[in-house]
């Protein structure tokens, strides 16, 4: 059992260090209160090589692996995890191209990522099927060659600068994915939505009217998107969680620098057991949080059954960021409560990872689904 990075990680959490304290630190608070979103920073994580981590190398990519990009995404997220899930956001989209793609569908749409700056989005997400994918409506009706599609997506990542789309929608009764060009005619995008936090990651509702979609651009057969998006989301929950372990890290710096500095009743902040007790936890969570994580990419990485654990690091990590944003406004007393201080936008910020790619309580849904098919525990 070994819990040191090799060279190899070390150097690279390194160089993703370097660029978030050079390009998305010093820039969290711009996109934060203007929305934007951060093309220029995406451009330049683009030709440091961080986009796209996952992309085959027999399609131009050079893939790491998702323990890699999980030490890479925490460091990211660190800096603002709303620029960070803007450069991560394809992964959630490209992963079932990887995973069910023939060989012509991943030439078509994941090599042309390699070469320039694109962006795609997983539109899965309905006004009424969020957590619960198997509810979704968006039909898929087979004409000739073609299947047409009608619906809309909610809440969709990255949803206005795609250049496209995977879909789950109904054929007849079968939840069937499919790859659907963004300049296809019958798409409408819609405004950027207003969130509570990750300001500058771009969500947006995608209106699908009667899209025409070749049969070329279905992944796997009729009937098999339900098990391609499930799938998906072993791959990508423990980046998820390597998020919610960058705003931890965040509270916890934030906090420990001003409980050093900060002077009450003649002594050190740090010094009351009140607050370093608060400090303590959240320390002990980011290491808890970050094992996790680091367990569930492992697994994925060993080619085993990661469902379980990808459910835990996920549900876990994003309670401990919650409440470490809050620990942290709690520990800068007035300043927590003030927009002089990163401590608000943390909380903001920390609150969507207790929602999307599956609830909270769908994560413990995932885990106890497992136990029940255990004999005992080991």
Same mark, same amino acid.
């Given at each position: ?24 630190? +010093?820039?969290?608070?711009? =996109? /934060? ?22 992309? +085959?190398?027999?399609? &131009? ?22 620029? *960070? ?5 394809? &992964? ?11 060989? /012509? ?17 997983? *539109? ?20 000739? !060659? ?48 207003? !969130? ?13 009217? /009667? ?27 423990? &980046? ?9 890290? *965040? ?39 970050? =094992? ?20 835990? *690091? ?27 201080? +990163? ?25 106890? &689904? ?9």
């Amino acid at each position: 059992m070994q819990f040191s990075p090799s060279a190899e990680q070390t150097e690279l959490v390194e160089k993703a260090r370097a660029f978030t304290k050079e390009y998305i630190g +010093p820039n969290s608070m711009k =996109y /934060d209160r203007s929305g934007e979103f951060p093309r220029e920073i995406c451009r330049e994580a683009f030709k440091q090589g961080f986009m796209n981590p996952h992309i +085959p190398a027999a399609y &131009g990519g050079s893939p790491h692996t998702v323990l890699d990009h999980c030490m890479v995404l925490e460091e990211m997220a660190t800096g603002c995890s709303g620029i *960070a899930t803007a450069i991560d956001a394809n &992964g959630l989209s490209q992963y079932p191209v990887i995973l069910a793609g023939s060989d /012509d569908q991943k030439r078509r749409f994941l090599a042309p990522m390699t070469e320039e700056l694109m962006f795609s989005a997983y *539109a899965v997400t309905e006004p009424e099927a969020g957590s619960d994918v198997s509810r979704v409506k968006t039909s898929a009706t087979k004409m000739g !060659n073609d299947y047409v599609l009608n619906g809309i997506k909610w809440w969709i990542t990255n949803g206005s600068v795609a250049s496209w789309y995977f879909v789950l929608a109904r054929v007849d009764d079968k939840p069937t994915a499919f790859v659907v060009p963004a300049d296809s005619p019958g798409i409408i995008r819609g405004p950027k939505e207003i !969130n509570l936090g990750q300001h500058a990651s771009n969500t947006v509702r995608v209106t699908f009217e /009667d899209v025409k979609v070749e049969e070329r651009n279905r992944l796997g057969d009729e009937g098999d998107g339900f098990q391609i998006a499930m799938k998906t989301f072993d791959h990508t929950r423990p &980046g998820v969680a390597a998020g919610a372990n960058g705003i931890t890290k *965040a509270a916890l710096n934030i906090a420990l620098s001003y409980a050093k500095r900060r002077r009450t009743f003649d002594k050190k902040l740090i010094s009351n057991q009140g607050i370093s007790f608060k400090l303590a936890e959240i320390m002990t969570g980011l290491d808890a949080a970050r =094992y996790l994580t680091y367990r569930a990419a492992w697994l994925f990485d060993q080619g085993e059954d990661n469902a379980r654990e990808a459910a835990e *690091a996920k549900w876990f990590a994003a309670d401990v960021a919650m409440k470490a944003a809050i620990e942290c406004s709690q520990v800068l007393g007035g300043y927590g409560f003030t927009t002089e201080m +990163p401590a608000e936008k943390l909380i903001r910020d920390a609150k969507i990872y207790q929602i999307y790619e599956g609830a909270t309580e769908i994560q413990k849904m995932i885990i106890v &689904g497992k136990l029940m098919r255990m004999k005992e525990v080991h």
